[in-house]
Nanobody
Framework: QVQLVESGGGLVHTGGSLRLSCAAS????????VGWYRQTPGKQRELVAG???????NYADFVEGRFTISRDNAKNTVYLQMDSLKPEDTAVYYC??????????????WGQGTQVTVSS
């Protein structure tokens, strides 16, 4: 069984920082590309940042250099360091991972989400 678990969300003031983690566990052969997404009520889920299997990264325009995505392949974990947070960053943040599992099956998995709230 494969699990994708996010953690690290919480409540911070404007200008504060949080580090989100996305840990994959189970019968995993390889963690391929991973993306962090966010969603607010009534809006579509949107991509925040992504990292591929060789560490190449991409960011949404609204990140504006404030967030950094990274990965620790030994721990099957991807991080999202979020600095200079703004109230408009308030959302549920989800991790999506392209995983290869035993039997060389490959598909996308979603985590359960972690709430980030930035107070003004």
């Amino acid at each position: 069984q494969v699990q994708l678990v996010e953690s690290g969300g919480g409540l911070v003031h404007t200008g504060g920082s949080l580090r989100l983690s996305c840990a994959a566990s189970g019968s995993i052969v390889n963690v391929n590309a991973v993306g962090w997404y966010r969603q607010t009520p009534g809006k579509q889920r949107e991509l925040v940042a992504g990292i591929n299997s060789i560490g190449r990264t991409n960011y949404a325009d609204f990140v504006e250099g404030r967030f950094t995505i990274s990965r620790d392949n030994a721990k099957n974990t991807v991080y999202l360091q979020m600095d200079s947070l703004k109230p408009e960053d308030t959302a549920v943040y989800y991790c999506n991972a392209d995983l290869t599992t035993w039997g060389f099956l490959r598909r996308d998995y979603w985590g359960q989400g972690t709430q980030v709230t930035v107070s003004s």
